[in-house]
């Protein structure tokens, strides 16, 4: 069956430094990908996502690109915010569900 | 617009015992699917409705089951339950139905089985 592959971290950063979560899949098709994330104390919400293949997902300085030939999905943040740490989940569904499939979660810290 | 709510926020139960767990989606929203969060498994699927069908099942025992109504709040129903089901349950909405949307969570609802 489709399964996601992210690196688990913990993962330590001081503030202004450069992220990279890798994320791979394995799905037969064309699955979308997207990158949730949940902030202490609250709800897992969507970050970004791309719907098929070299499509480029963004939002609030966060990128990924859905790399086909690598079946990846990296997250990405040139400069990150100690209001960025959370836990980020990278994830796919198939076409016709909105069943989401969950890596198993990337812990990131961003100390001052 | 109120989000996705889900209730009650917190239970406690003995082994054996069963549990129903509420969600109503966000206004409009007529996919529903839940999910079962655990620091050892992580986020796993358990069902996907879809108007009132469901239309995928996670790999979970019979024991675990729900249900969506005419108006798209879905239950979710955990019967004889094991120390292992204590978990983080959340429930997602979605506008559609056809992959590849957005999900919205709800704060999930914390089960924890003596």
Redesign the interface.
Known sequence: GDSVTQMEGPVTLSEEAFLTINCTYTATGYP?LFW?VQYPG?????LL?A?KADDKGSNKGFEATYRKETTSFHLEKGSVQVSDSAVY?CAL?????????????TKLTVNP | KAGVTQTPRYLIKTRGQQVTLSCSPISGHR?V?W?QQTPGQ????LF?Y?SETQ??K?NFPGRFSGRQFSNSRSEMNVSTLELGDSALY?C?S?S?????????????TRLTVL
């Open positions: 979308s949730y609250e709800g897992l919400q969507l996502k719907t989940f569904s198939q076409g016709g569900s909105e069943k989401l499939v969950f890596g198993k979660g | 996919s699917s999910y992580g986020l796993q699927f996907e879809f239309r995928n996670g959340l997602a979605s559609q139905g056809a992959g590849g949307n957005e999900q919205f969570f709800g704060p999930g």
